[in-house]
Nanobody, 125 residues
Framework: VQLQAFGGGLVRAGDSLRLSCAAS????????LSWFRQAPGKEREFVAAIRWSGGYTYYADSVKGRFTISRDTDANTVYLQMNSLTPEDTAVYFC???????????????????WGQGTQLTVSS
């Protein structure tokens, strides 16, 4: 399984950006695909998740209403549309895949078996 995250960059507060995660190596119909982020000096934190089958979505409170996770099943790609960005969103963003996570554990990184390399987002004030 390979996950390739890309799309990060340097933006200004209030801007929008879309991250992409290209997934390959198996069929993901039984997977949850998620985005996590890690800011300097902080622990990795959950951002958003989507069930590949059915498209159910889950969000961290800190991004709810600003970020939207989606997937393109034909392209095997997961997206994270980020709007109204703030400097607090600055972090390395990782995509991850899991067949073990359930609703109660979807926010816990230890339940994810595959990780992408991360893409840096920097939001200037």
């Amino acid at each position: 399984v390979q996950l390739q995250a890309f799309g990060g960059g340097l933006v200004r507060a209030g801007d929008s950006l879309r991250l992409s995660c290209a997934a390959s190596g198996r069929t993901f119909s039984n997977d949850i695909l998620s985005w996590f982020r890690q800011a300097p000096g902080k622990e990795r934190e959950f951002v958003a998740a989507i069930r590949w089958s059915g498209g159910y979505t889950y969000y961290a409170d800190s991004v709810k209403g600003r970020f939207t996770i989606s997937r393109d099943t034909d392209a095997n790609t997961v997206y994270l549309q980020m709007n109204s960005l703030t400097p607090e969103d600055t972090a390395v963003y990782f995509c991850a895949a899991s067949r073990r996570a359930i609703v109660s554990t979807i926010r816990i990184s230890q339940f994810y078996d595959y990780w992408g390399q991360g893409t840096q987002l920097t939001v200037s004030s």
